[in-house]
Nanobody
């Protein structure tokens, strides 16, 4: 079992930067990848970014590429999401996710068996 706990959500203005953190605990040695998803009101949960747990490979949604950066501190079991040039459409609950899946569908929520409770990010125009 793996437990995830996000923090860092806030109300910011468009153009601002914000950093989210996720603390992982439990059987983290078994993980293959960790990711950030987000869900805006009335919309489906969508993939934001992913990083391989044991390596450094990253993937991003087109909507956040070049603005967001996912990183991890393996020794501290921490996952980060640095968000720059925020836009009102980035407003959502952001979720940290982790899983054992090693296939190509890393952008699917079904690839992750462990989820945090979410942290709210609001971007005002």
């Amino acid at each position: 079992q793996v437990q995830l706990d996000e923090s860092g959500g806030a109300l910011v203005q468009a153009g601002d930067s914000l950093s989210l953190s996720c603390t992982a605990s439990g059987d983290t040695y078994s993980l293959s990848g960790v990711a950030w998803f987000r869900q805006a009101p009335g919309k489906d949960r969508e993939f934001v970014a992913r990083i391989k747990w044991g390596g450094g490979g990253t993937n991003y949604a087109d909507s956040v590429k070049d603005r967001f950066t996912i990183s991890k501190d393996y020794a501290k079991n921490m996952i980060y999401l640095q968000m720059n040039a925020l836009k009102p459409e980035d407003t959502a609950v952001y979720y940290c996710a982790a899983g054992l899946y090693r296939g190509p569908n890393y952008y699917s929520s079904g690839a992750y068996g462990y989820w945090g409770q979410g942290t709210q990010v609001n971007v005002s125009s």
